[in-house]
């Protein structure tokens, strides 16, 4: 019997295209994840629209624009990483890497205080102020937490995903002939950076 | 088919130790360990099922309260919906069998695999663990309605969570499956040359990752408004109740086609098999299934007929919910073209085949009934309802379960079960699961409502009916599963090929060595149910 035999088609090997493959699956279910949230802004939108313009003047539109910039320009460096990786550039790659993390961070940071100012005003479900409130306004800052909060635990697991690419990178199991995980970590964090093109118009912008 | 007489290591002795089965990333095992936990759900699950008919032997308080009542139908309806159903098929045979008929040695992410399994053991643990901890199982019904899950007692957060941790087992299962099925098939192996349970499994997998976030958020946003005491469903603070019951059944009803379609898969390969035959209509069978995941998207308004919709949505619904019939119809026909002028054997996984259509026959009548709109508005929330989707659920995909675990059984142990006693359990089965069921059907024409506690006194003969066909049904699956543990510890060996099936899990050793394979598996000349002459078995 012949024990060195190997199937050509194993699901051991590894396989670029199945990992990205199977990525891309995964932002379908984010998407979806965030879409049934997009549902029921739409849903409240129309039956509060007076209430969701009035609360949405108590958002702070430059930390929100501020926050956007920031993202859109992180996710220029993880591209700008994924490319550099592939021409052999490590150390540009990790670097601007580190880049896209500090990005992330600062977002979060602009986040604390955006939502510190909410607390302090009462906006907070829970809080006493916001008991206060009418139907709609409520509905708007339940929305508005819920949906930037799941956001910002994705800016943060995004975060954690590329600092295992740079490890990855530093211990040479990311190599430039085989960069799908950064590729990967890509993918997931324009996703982050996507959602918030939308999150930033829907509860700052729309008047 | 000779039993190869050279000796070889299969995949229970490759490795030793419990070690090596809880960290395995062999897909077999996996699909093992999880058959031990979901048959001892169904296990669970069915005994809450005999206690609640128990009670409804006759009218009024015979062994338990209302409130315990209700919690026995909820965690009922959890356990085997979450637990059973839904996992049965996909995370069992689909594991164990899809990287075998598409003849590689493993699933595409074996590691991710693992995690699936371990997310169903972790939404397992947050279910059960309602039955200790907090105020009691939750009191909602499987569906959680808002506003009464967001203001009731009972543990509905726990249980919630664990259909959120339950579902991201699934995609995940989902996702592994569709990236296998694209990737790892043989050589030369195209999509038309796939057996039509990869075909079946490809379909529930799109739906298992497409649909399952959609309620992921929404059991989130029923936490949320639980722990914060905010909500979005509940009226008295603005929300809207039937906007939940939208976002429920957006994933819950695609989710019927996750519990519907693998078991259509398992009938696809018992009749061809056991008609010897080509199975008719090959492309029909394969595209059919797709088709049953694309419109079983657009269909989840026919549960809320009466919930308060407009008149135009809910006719529109009620299109597309016939529309489903039409490529469910086409399996049917297929299947008995199938046999009609095969070299039928009957065995006991084609009885379980020819029962899941004869019962998802009339699961399947009666569903139009109910998406009819003048019709439903009459048996909503009846015994009707009831009736219906256990013939589809457990008349149809849990017979097709049963009927997979007789049909692949010498493949996964290598052995033998006794059929005489096979069939006898079958039949007590089959006769107990339709005097329990059929009665419900009638009663809910009669008018008798679902999850009632008590009931009037003319409903009482069909009721005891319906208990004692319980009563024989479990009878029949103990007898069946008392058989089936017998044959895997002590039943004869069984030939690598005892069916004379040609897809490709056949070629290979029972049970299979840890490689799957030991040299390429040949794909069937001229399609993958391609019969080279008609077989007589020896029996």
Not at chain 1, 34 to 41: A, E, M, R, T
Not at chain 1, 58 to 75: D, H, P, Q, R, Y
Request: hydrophobic letters at 50%; aromatic letters at 16%.
């Amino acid at each position: 019997m012949d024990h060195t035999f190997h199937l050509p088609n194993s699901g051991h090997n590894f396989d670029a295209k199945s990992s990205k493959l199977g990525m891309w699956l995964f932002l379908y279910t984010e998407l979806l994840l965030f879409g049934g949230l997009f549902l029921v802004y739409m849903v409240y939108r129309e039956l509060n629209s007076e209430a969701f313009l009035l609360a949405s003047f108590k958002l702070n539109v430059w930390m929100g624009t501020f926050n956007t910039v920031l993202l859109i320009t992180s996710s220029m460096t993880i591209a700008m990483s994924i490319t550099a990786l592939q021409k052999g550039n490590k150390k540009l790659s990790v670097n601007l890497m580190w880049l896209t993390i500090i990005a992330a961070l600062g977002f979060l940071v602009v986040k604390y205080f955006e939502w510190g100012a909410k607390f302090e005003h009462g906006l907070v479900p829970g809080m006493e102020h916001y008991d206060t409130l009418p139907m709609g306004e409520r509905l708007y800052f339940y929305l508005y937490f819920f949906m930037t909060g799941l956001h910002g635990l994705h800016v943060i697991i995004g975060a954690i995903f590329i600092l295992f690419v740079i490890r990855g990178v530093n211990k040479g199991t990311v190599t430039p002939e085989r960069y799908s995980l950064s590729e990967n970590a890509g993918l997931y964090w324009h996703l982050v950076d996507l959602v918030w093109i939308y999150l930033f118009p829907l509860f700052y912008l729309i008047h | 088919m000779t039993v190869d007489a050279l000796p070889y290591t299969d995949f229970y002795k490759a490795k030793k130790g419990i070690w090596s089965w809880l960290f395995t990333l062999d897909h077999k095992r996996i699909a093992l360990l999880y058959l031990y936990a979901i048959i001892s759900f169904f296990l669970v699950g069915a005994t809450l099922g005999i206690l609640m008919r128990l009670e409804l032997f006759q009218p009024g308080k015979d062994i338990i309260e209302p409130q315990t009542y209700n919690q026995i139908f909820t965690l009922h309806g959890v356990i085997m919906i979450f637990l059973f159903i839904i996992p049965s098929i996909p995370a069992i045979f689909g594991n164990f069998l899809l990287p075998l008929i598409l003849g590689t040695d493993d699933v595409a992410f074996p590691k991710l695999n693992l995690l699936s399994f371990y997310l169903y053991v972790l939404g397992a643990l947050f279910a059960l663990s309602t039955l200790i901890f907090g105020d009691g199982p939750a009191d909602t019904g499987w569906t959680f309605y808002a506003p009464y899950s967001v203001k009731t007692g009972t543990n509905v957060t726990m249980s919630v969570l664990a259909a959120f941790i339950l579902g991201f087992s699934s995609i995940l299962t989902g996702l592994n499956f569709i990236v296998t099925i694209h990737r790892l098939r043989t050589p030369g192996m195209g999509f038309n040359q796939m057996p039509l349970f990869s075909w079946a499994l490809y379909a529930t997998s799109w739906i298992q990752v497409l649909a399952t976030p959609v309620i992921g958020i929404t059991l989130l946003m029923i936490v949320a408004e639980r722990v914060f005491g905010i909500g979005l469903f509940d009226p008295s603070i603005g929300g809207d109740p039937i906007l939940y019951q939208h976002l429920f059944w957006i994933y819950s009803h695609p989710a019927v086609y996750i519990m519907a379609l693998p078991a259509m898969g398992v009938v696809s390969e018992i009749i061809p098999t056991f008609a010897q035959r080509t199975i008719f209509g090959y492309k029909a069978i394969a595209y059919s299934s797709m088709a049953i995941a694309f419109i079983g998207y657009f269909v989840w308004g026919h549960h809320m007929f009466t919930s308060g919709m407009s008149g135009p949505a809910a006719i529109i619904f009620s299109i597309l919910t016939f529309l489903v019939a039409i490529p469910t119809s086409i399996k049917v026909f297929n299947w008995l073209a199938t046999l009609y002028k095969g070299s039928i054997v009957i065995d006991t996984p084609l009885l379980y085949a020819l029962a899941f259509i004869f019962n998802f026959l009339i699961g399947g009548l009666t569903g139009l009934l109910l998406g009819a709109l003048a019709a439903d508005v009459h048996v909503h929330d009846t015994y009707f309802v009831v009736g219906h989707f256990h013939y589809v659920m457990f008349g149809g995909t849990g017979f097709a379960f049963f009927g997979a675990l007789h049909y692949w059984f010498p493949k996964i142990w290598g052995r033998m079960y006794n059929k005489k006693v096979a069939n006898t359990a079958f039949a007590i089965f089959l006769i107990g699961f339709n005097i329990l069921y059929f009665p419900m059907l009638i009663l809910g024409i009669m008018g008798m409502p679902r999850r009632y506690y008590d009931y009037l006194p003319e409903f009482t003969s069909l009721n005891q009916i319906s208990t004692v066909g319980s009563w024989i049904t479990v009878t029949g699956i103990i007898l069946m599963l008392i058989n089936l543990i017998v044959a895997a510890r002590k039943g004869e060996k069984a030939p690598d090929n005892p069916w004379n099936g040609i897809t490709l899990e056949w070629q290979t050793k029972s049970p299979p060595p840890l490689e799957n394979f030991d040299k390429m598996p040949q794909i069937p000349e001229g399609g993958p149910y391609n019969f080279p002459n008609a077989y007589k078995h020896k029996h």
